[in-house]
């Protein structure tokens, strides 16, 4: 069993940052994909942005480049999201997701298998 467990989620004042962290655990991630999704509020759940384990692919949506930054540790299975410039667009519950190798779209939600319980981020104007 795969257990995923996000932290650092929050409220900020738009303009401002946070860091939002994904703790894996329950198998070897060395060869999996990570993922970030959004989901607001009567919205679907949407891609931010994803990092193959061992290729260093990095993949961002539009909405997100030069703002956010996807970062892996192998050593200690976490992946972590580094939101800065944050916008009250931003305002969603943020999961994070993992894929065991499928050679399918990192962009896309149902590529990914297992999901974390999600974090709240919110972002004031």
């Known amino acids: 069993q795969v257990q995923l467990v996000e932290s650092g989620g929050g409220l900020v004042q738009a303009g401002g940052s946070l860091r939002l962290s994904c703790a894996a655990s329950?198998?070897?991630?060395?060869?999996?994909?990570m993922g970030w999704f959004r989901q607001a509020p009567g919205k679907e759940r949407e891609f931010v942005a994803a990092?193959?384990?061992?290729?260093?692919?990095?993949y961002y949506a539009d909405s997100v480049k030069g703002r956010f930054t996807i970062s892996g540790d192998n050593a200690k299975n976490t992946v972590n999201l580094q939101m800065n410039s944050l916008k009250p667009e931003d305002t969603a519950v943020y999961y994070c997701?993992?894929?065991?190798?499928?050679?399918?779209?990192?962009?896309?939600?149902?590529?990914?298998?297992?999901w974390g319980q999600g974090t709240q981020v919110t972002v004031s104007s």
């Open positions: 997701a993992a894929d065991r190798p499928s050679g399918s779209s990192p962009t896309e939600s149902l590529t990914y298998d297992y």
């Open positions: 329950g198998r070897t991630f060395s060869r999996y994909t």
């Open positions: 990092i193959t384990w061992n290729g260093g692919r990095i």
